[in-house]
């Protein structure tokens, strides 16, 4: 695949310096044409925010979405994986691009005051109610992928391939790649030579993207450990194991996994995020409860973490006089595992080369890897080692970006209550840094 790759990629350069008309007079067609679509897509990207759905549950999304792909040419298969979208539209020989969304928004109430804010509260898959809200653009992602759909059908003439679009649910939740995949992606529709797919930030300007080389997103687990003792009455501790202050001990032992285990120079992050034990001051409880979020970029890294947690819970529930019977409980959530996104190196470097020439390079920055995890990784960790390009695109208004960067007040994060892209400038820039992307990696020969 690696060689391949390069081959691609090598012809595709060839192909561009002689191609037919000149890039600046597309850009320019390109520009004319989304002003003039702008209009449809604001709308679409409205609809979509005011009626977000949770993750497993994106029924009307996935439908709007399929009609949109539908409308603009592909032959579209829905229900994939759940409620999953897959758009194929075939123009020729050439490698097969695969393009990804996703579909699901978030368990947050709303409170951008944007006059198409979302109200929705639903019954969740756990009988409970919940607000919903698209707090992390996946409405804007949606949003450019029927965008540059639509462009790239006009404009067959400029490439020439087979596009794989992807409507992807549940990614919050890390198990829709997955779940796509495991219904046979890859051997029901053209297998991809390459796949890409963008982000909304929250912390760059509209107008701007960024791009990472290798690591761009974490390995993500959840841990739940479950720290037993002997309860009793808080006036005669003598008499108990107190869960509560193994508990604790835990946690501040935990910490050496980064600080003493981990080479300084490999990202690692153990993080308690949830404690609960106890129901009264003078009761010492039989057992606490913890929630721990981890994240790595490399497997050695995530393995060496898990098996640490298991060694210091063990180990100190030793030191602790705690019977064998009721050794902690650790349990890692394999079911929710996220896999590390990795941007192929040379993917991102002809993906950069393209949003260069078209935006600009004020407009192209190198930007950090992040802790986050997106589940778009999963399609690059198959047997077929599809290579991945993950690029970022500005969500936030240029003044609000400096105005925090000169107070040092964060602006509101992806999955924040408060989270409100700038649309037009967003939509239109991701659509164009798509756009060329698509037509750099499958130029007409």
Partial sequence: MKLRLAVLLALTTLTLAVSGAPESSLKATIATQLDAAYPSLEAFYKDLHSHPELSLMEVQTAVKVAAELRAAGYAVTEKFGGTGVVAVLKNGSGPTLLIRTDL???????ETGLPYASTVRVTNLSGQNSPVMHACGHDIHMTCLVGVARILAA?????????????????????????????????????PDYAIALHDSATLPAGIVGTVEGYVMANVDTAEITVRGLGGHGAYPQDTKDPVVLA????????????????PIEPAVVTVGSIH??????IIPNEVKLQLTLRSYSDHVRQHTIEAIRRICRGEA???GIPEDLMPIVTIKEEEFTPATYNDPALTHHVRDALTRWLGADNVRTIDPEMGGEDFSQ???????????????????????????????????????????????????????????VLELLAKK
């Fill in 277 to 282: 034990g106890g129901t009264k001051s003078n």
């Fill in 379 to 437: 399609f690059g960790r198959t047997l077929e080692k599809v290579p991945l390009c993950l690029f970022r695109v500005g969500a936030m208004a240029p003044d609000k970006v400096t105005e925090s960067e000169r107070t040092g007040v964060p602006l509101p994060s992806l999955h924040s209550s408060k989270f409100a892209p700038v649309p037009e400038p967003t939509i239109k820039t991701g659509i164009t840094a798509m756009t060329a992307a």
């Fill in 248 to 263: 604790a001990r835990i946690v501040m032992a935990l910490q050496t996994i980064v600080s003493r285990e981990t080479r």
């Fill in 104 to 110: 699901d928004a978030l368990p947050v109430t709303e």
């Fill in 318 to 320: 030793i030191a602790a």
């Fill in 155 to 191: 404009h067959r003439d400029r490439w020439s391939g087979t596009l794989v679009l992807i409507g992807q649910p549940a990614e919050e939740i890390g198990v829709g790649a997955r779940a796509i995949l495991t219904a046979g992606l890859y051997r029901q529709f053209p297998k």
